[in-house]
Structures are given as C-alpha cells and as structure tokens.
C-alpha cells in the first residue's frame, strides 16, 4: 500500500490535501457540535428559579442547525473528492497493468490464463480502491473527529474521559486480529475469482467444443465447486468484517452505561454530562467506522500486491542496450533470413523443440517448411519475431543478429498471417486496418482486393463497416483468413 501511494497518489496530491482541509473541518465541526450541547443546555434549561434568556431560544437552535448545514456540506464535498481520487488512482493502476500485460512476451502470457489476468483488473481493482478511500477516512476524518470529541470528554470531566480511553487499545487489538482473518480469506478468494473467470473464460472460448462432446454437465459441476470455494473463502471474510461493528457497539454500551453510572453517582452537572454524552457517542459512531478500516486495509493490501506482481515481472526477451534498428535493403525490401545452429527448449520442458537447426532462406523466395505435427515449425516462425528467444545458436536476417536489433524495428520489418487467424471485435475496415494505421479507406480496400477479399466484403450486410463478433465468430473460416491476408498485404512490409 506504500507503494501505490508513492507510485499511484502522487498525482493526486493537490485533491488530497484539499481532503485533508475538509476532514480537518468536518471533525472540527463535529466536535463543536458536541460542545455547543453544553451552553444549549445550560440557556434553553436553567433550572428551577431561573429564567431563559429570549435571545437564545432563536441563536442556539440557529447555531446548531448551521454548524449541522456546514458539516453536511463538507462532508459531502470530501466524500465526492475522495470518490474521484480513488476511482483516478484505480484508473492509472488499470492503465500502467494493461500497458505491462500488453508489452509481456509470449512465454509469459502463456504462463497465465487470460481470465486471471481479468479478475485481477476488475476484482482486485475493486477492493485497492475501497482500501484507498477507507485509508483516507479512517488515518483522517475519522481519528480527528475522536480526537476533537476526545477534547470535548476531556473539558467536561477528565477523569471520565481518561478512564473511557482504556477501551481504545482494546479495540484496536481486537480489530488487528480480525485484519489478518480478513487478508488471508481476501488472498484466497481472490484465487477463487481467478479459477471463476478462467473456467468462465475456456467454456466460452470452448464452446463448440463442449457443445459437440455434451461437456454442458461437467462444465456446471466445475463452476459449481469453483463458486462453492469461493463463497467459502468470501464468508469467511464477510464473518470477520461484520464481528468489527457489533463488538464497538458493545463497547459503545458498555461506555454509555459507565457515563450514566457516573454521573448519577457523582452527582455530574447535567449541560456537562449532555455534551459528554453526546461527544462519546459521537466518538464511538467514529470508532465503529474505525473498525472497518484495518479489515478493508488489509484486502486492498492483498489485492495490492498481486497487482505489483504483475507491474514487477521482468520479461524474459531483453532488449539490445544500443537500441539499433533492424537495417534493410533499398526497395523492394527482401531480406535473407539464416539460422545457424539453433536450439530451443520451452521453460519448463525437458526435451528440446529445435537442436542444431540451420538452414537458409535466400532474399527473395518463398520457403515452405514441411514436418509432422510438434516437429517444430510454429516454433520457428516464433523465433523469427522474437516471440521467445533462442536457447543456442542465432538467427540472423541481412547477416544481422535479431537479438541484437530493437523488437520494434524487427516487427515493423514482418507480417504474420497464422493458420488460425485472429479477428477484433471490430469493423472489417477496423481489423483490415491494424497492419497500416491511420491507412485511408482507399488503402484498406486495395489490400482487400490483393487478397481476394473485396467482393464477398461488398456482400456483408454493411460492407466493409459490418462487425465481426468475438474473435470474428459472425464471418467464416476462410473469410477470416482473406482479411488476415489483406491485414499482412496493408502492412507490405
């Protein structure tokens, strides 16, 4: 949680402070609020053989009523800002984790499934922002407002106030305890989100699949067990979280029924025991939100570090110190590729993929590689782009080494049109488009033509603007393919 203040609320400083102010006055007021009850009581109800002044019936009725209006209205300005500062900071923690994820090389990606990549931004970003707004409340507004009450208690009757302070540290021992309970049950649930959107993830990327093997009953059963967890863990969470509230409450008695007690007994001023009164339970209203806040801090930390997890992991396909760029010939741009040796091992597999493979492909031809399946030749044409780097030997294209060339300029230089070919969730222009940005619709339909796909474009239902569903899933096969081509043919690289 240090971190995301350093790293994510730095920004925010400016609003923060402002909050700052508005807390401070907010606990101000209500500490006045309580005080004020003394001379109200003292004016409004003097007693038997005094008289009430005329004048107060009206001012303190008016004070409190303003005192009231003010605090609400700050009040609700701190909250909205608040609101706006936690919901910014969640914001730039989704930006920089969606930059890092998109930026990951492939052998990462792989490493972890695309639904728990989901549930650690919508999930977890949930619980960081709770945690960074209840940090607000509870470090500011809520110990001031204690502390200004705490003042109140004290003016009015001090040793009242400094045996009512004994009840503090017990509180917070208990609360602590209830913060551990708390982040362990967070850490588990949020795994258990994780499994819920992955195996929600690969029924729906499954579907044809699970419809076509009748998988309809094994997928619920999964689903079921994954929620059943879940729901366990959440509880357990939920159970520590509602035992903070009902155990100030008792407190929040057990002082209520101490003050009466005293003051009954001692004989107390009645004007001084209604503002004590009121300054205690106040406080307690205060303590009680108090409660809440270490169990919500400690959720957000959990939540917190599986996000710096993700923004601390290093990849794995370095990039050359001198930043050179892939150097190609004058056009038309055809470059020699070579491999020399190459070996290649996927991380955590014990048998090699490549071992001493060296072939040429000259400037200029097409090479077609032939093999049975898992012989290796995906896994070259991953190499070649840099998906994964070589474990031994090199590939070089002009005679230049790729791993010591900018994966910029070495991606800039390629196309690649695989056999099952990837489709946006966007316009056929859209997906044209990705290969040439800021490409003109002239451009977009050239390419379109080149890769025999203009015509059956023509015939969509809104041409080349006609959308084409999750993964291209409302157009065939083989026309997914054609734009795909024509996406490589935009690039011409």
């Given at each position: 949680?240090w971190?995301?203040a350093?790293?994510?609320?730095r920004?925010y400083?400016?609003?923060?402070a402002?909050?700052?102010?508005?807390?401070?006055?907010e606990?101000?007021?209500?500490?006045?609020?309580?005080?004020l009850?003394?001379?109200?009581?003292?004016?409004?109800?003097?007693?038997?053989?005094?008289?009430t002044?005329p004048?107060?019936l009206?001012?303190?009725?008016?004070?409190?009523?303003?005192?009231?209006?003010?605090k609400?209205?700050?009040?609700?300005f701190?909250?909205?800002?608040?609101?706006r500062?936690?919901?910014?900071?969640i914001n730039?923690?989704?930006?920089?984790m969606?930059?890092?994820v998109?930026r990951?090389?492939?052998?990462?990606?792989?490493?972890?499934?695309?639904?728990?990549?989901?549930?650690?931004?919508l999930?977890?970003?949930?619980?960081?922002?709770?945690?960074v707004t209840?940090?607000?409340q509870?470090s500011?507004?809520?110990?001031?407002?204690?502390g200004?009450l705490?003042?109140?208690?004290?003016?009015?009757d001090?040793l009242?106030?400094?045996?009512l302070c004994?009840v503090?540290?017990?509180?917070a021992?208990?609360?602590?305890?209830?913060?551990?309970?708390?982040?362990k049950?967070a850490?588990?649930?949020?795994?258990?989100?994780g499994?819920l959107?992955?195996?929600?993830?690969?029924?729906?990327?499954?579907?044809?699949?699970?419809?076509?093997?009748r998988?309809?009953?094994?997928?619920?059963?999964?689903a079921t067990?994954?929620?059943?967890?879940?729901?366990?863990?959440?509880?357990k969470?939920?159970?520590?979280?509602?035992?903070a509230?009902?155990?100030?409450?008792?407190l929040?008695?057990?002082?209520i029924?101490?003050?009466?007690?005293?003051a009954?007994?001692?004989?107390?001023?009645?004007a001084?025991?209604?503002?004590?009164?009121?300054?205690?339970?106040?406080?307690y209203?205060?303590?009680?939100?108090?409660s809440?806040?270490y169990t919500?801090?400690?959720?957000?930390?959990?939540a917190a570090a599986r996000?710096?997890?993700?923004?601390?992991a290093p990849?794995?396909?370095?990039?050359t110190?001198s930043?050179?760029?892939?150097?190609?010939r004058?056009?038309?741009?055809?470059?020699?590729i070579?491999?020399?040796?190459?070996?290649f091992?996927?991380?955590?597999?014990?048998v090699s993929?490549?071992?001493d493979?060296?072939?040429d492909?000259?400037?200029?031809k097409?090479?077609a590689?032939?093999?049975?399946?898992?012989a290796?030749k995906?896994?070259?044409?991953?190499?070649?782009?840099?998906f994964?780097?070589?474990?031994?030997?090199?590939?070089e294209?002009?005679?230049q080494d790729?791993?010591?060339?900018?994966?910029?300029s070495l991606r800039d230089a390629?196309?690649?049109v695989t056999?099952?070919?990837?489709l946006?969730d966007?316009?056929?222009?859209?997906?044209?488009?990705?290969?040439?940005?800021?490409?003109?619709r002239?451009?977009?339909?050239?390419?379109?033509?080149?890769?025999?796909?203009?015509?059956?474009?023509?015939?969509?239902?809104?041409?080349?603007?006609t959308?084409?569903g999750e993964?291209?899933?409302?157009?065939s096969?083989?026309?997914?393919?054609r734009?795909?081509?024509?996406?490589?043919?935009?690039?011409n690289?």
């Open positions: 949680m971190r995301l350093r790293d994510f609320m920004p400083g400016a609003a923060i402002l909050i700052v102010v508005l807390m401070v006055v606990a101000a007021l209500t500490g006045g609020l309580a005080y009850l003394d001379p109200a009581v003292k004016s409004l109800f003097p007693g038997e053989g005094k008289t002044d004048n107060m009206t001012i303190i009725p008016a004070a409190l009523f303003g005192v009231m209006t003010l609400a209205a700050v009040s609700y701190s909250g909205v800002s608040l609101s500062v936690g919901q910014g900071v730039d923690l989704q930006v920089a969606f930059a890092k998109a990951f090389d492939l052998a990462r990606l792989n490493a972890m499934h695309s639904g728990q990549f989901a549930a650690r931004f999930n977890d970003a949930g619980l960081i922002r709770e945690s209840r940090s607000v509870g500011v507004r809520d110990v001031l407002t204690i200004f705490g003042v109140v208690m004290f003016i009015q001090w009242l106030a400094l045996i004994t503090l540290p017990v509180t021992l208990f609360t602590l305890n209830l913060g551990r309970k708390t982040s049950a850490a588990r649930s949020m795994e258990s989100t499994d959107a992955t195996h929600l993830s690969e029924t729906l990327d499954g579907r044809r699949v699970v419809k076509a093997y998988m309809e009953d094994h997928a619920i059963a999964r067990h994954i929620v059943g967890e879940r729901m366990k863990h959440l509880m969470g939920a159970r520590a979280r509602s035992a509230t009902p155990s100030a409450e008792v929040a008695g057990a002082g029924a101490a003050v009466i007690f005293y009954a007994y001692r004989g107390m001023d009645i001084s025991f209604t503002s004590f009164l009121a300054a205690m339970m106040l406080s209203q205060s303590i009680r939100t108090l809440n806040f919500a801090l400690s959720e957000g930390s959990a996000a710096y997890a993700l923004l601390d990849s794995d396909i370095a990039e110190a930043g050179a760029a892939l150097k190609l004058p056009s038309p741009q055809r470059a020699a070579s491999f020399k040796k190459v070996c091992e996927y991380a955590g597999v014990d993929a490549l071992s493979v060296t072939f492909v000259p400037a200029g097409t090479v590689l032939v093999g049975p399946s898992g290796g995906s896994t070259l044409l991953n190499l070649i782009l840099r994964y780097d070589v474990t031994g030997g090199a590939i294209i002009d005679g790729i791993r010591n060339v900018s994966v910029a390629s196309a690649l056999q099952e070919p990837f946006f966007e316009t056929v222009a859209d997906n044209i488009g990705c290969g040439k940005p800021g490409a003109s002239a451009e977009i339909e050239a390419a379109a033509r080149v890769a025999a796909a203009h015509e059956f474009i023509r015939s969509l239902p809104q041409g080349y603007e959308l084409v993964a291209g899933v409302r157009i096969g083989g026309q997914r393919q734009i795909a081509i024509a996406r490589a043919m935009l690039k690289p």
